[in-house]
């Protein structure tokens, strides 16, 4: 176990609806990275957050938003859904926006978009 | 074109075995590498993490090499088990605020 727990872990949307994933990261940790995995693809980076503010976002639309809490807990939160956005998504925690900070990972939510 | 190319994209061997993956990176500036383990349908375990100065990690039987210079890096898996049949995954960690660039994986299947 990583100490990364996401929710909920399965997920079946419409298309055109909106969803919000969580993400609680490990204690300690005051970085959060999110990203998508689509089936047979390595992961890809849509957004960090460090301290409750955006660090950093991947090649992905505005209606993909996030939120960090002063816990360090955070969201994803996926607008107007598309059946490409049917993917595993993964948080990643750690104790340092540097890139030393070795990177804990969370179980990933299943989201299926029909 | 991705940043971090990973081969083979796919391995059977027979448990017992030994395998080696190989990763060439492109990225820089260059802060470290790692290999993650991937079970299908779950997050990554990390297995290794390695800095600029080294050029060799173990861990149990898996073992990671890096050669900075060439931006390659392999991991070793020795004498395979049935549950090392899993998704190994290559990244880097570049530009010092943590961004992770992720090879495609190589699909380890290990059969009895």
């Known amino acids: 176990e990583t100490g990364v727990t996401q929710s909920p872990t399965h997920l079946i949307k419409t298309r055109g609806q909106q969803v919000t994933l969580r993400c609680s990261s490990q204690?300690?940790?005051?970085?959060v990275s999110w990203y998508q995995q689509a089936l047979g693809q390595g992961p890809q980076f849509i957004f960090q957050?460090?301290?409750?503010?955006?660090?950093g976002r991947g090649n992905f639309p505005p209606r993909f938003s996030g939120l960090q809490f002063p816990n360090y807990s955070s969201e994803l939160n996926v607008n107007a859904l598309e059946l490409d956005d049917s993917a595993l998504y993964l948080c990643?925690?750690?104790?340092?926006?540097?890139?030393?900070?070795?990177?804990?990972f969370g179980q990933g939510t299943r989201l299926t978009v029909v | 074109k991705n940043q971090v190319e990973q081969s083979p994209q796919s391995l059977i061997i027979l448990e017992g075995k030994n395998c080696t993956l190989q990763?060439?990176?492109?990225?820089?500036?260059?802060?470290?590498l790692r290999w993650y383990k991937q079970d299908t349908g779950r997050g990554p375990v990390s297995l290794t993490i390695m800095t600029f100065s080294e050029n060799t990690k173990s861990n149990g039987r898996y073992t990671a090499t890096l050669d900075a210079d060439t931006k390659q890096s392999s991991l070793h898996i020795t004498a395979s088990q049935l549950s090392d049949s899993a998704s190994y995954i290559c990244?880097?960690?570049?530009?010092?605020?943590?961004?992770?660039?992720f090879g495609k994986g190589n699909q380890v299947v290990v059969i009895p």
């Open positions: 990763c060439n990176y492109t990225v820089s500036p260059f802060s470290n």
């Open positions: 990244v880097v960690s570049y530009g010092g605020n943590n961004r992770l660039a």
């Open positions: 990643a925690s750690s104790q340092s926006v540097r890139g030393d900070g070795e990177a804990f």
């Open positions: 957050y460090y301290r409750e503010e955006e660090n």
């Open positions: 204690s300690g940790h005051n970085t």
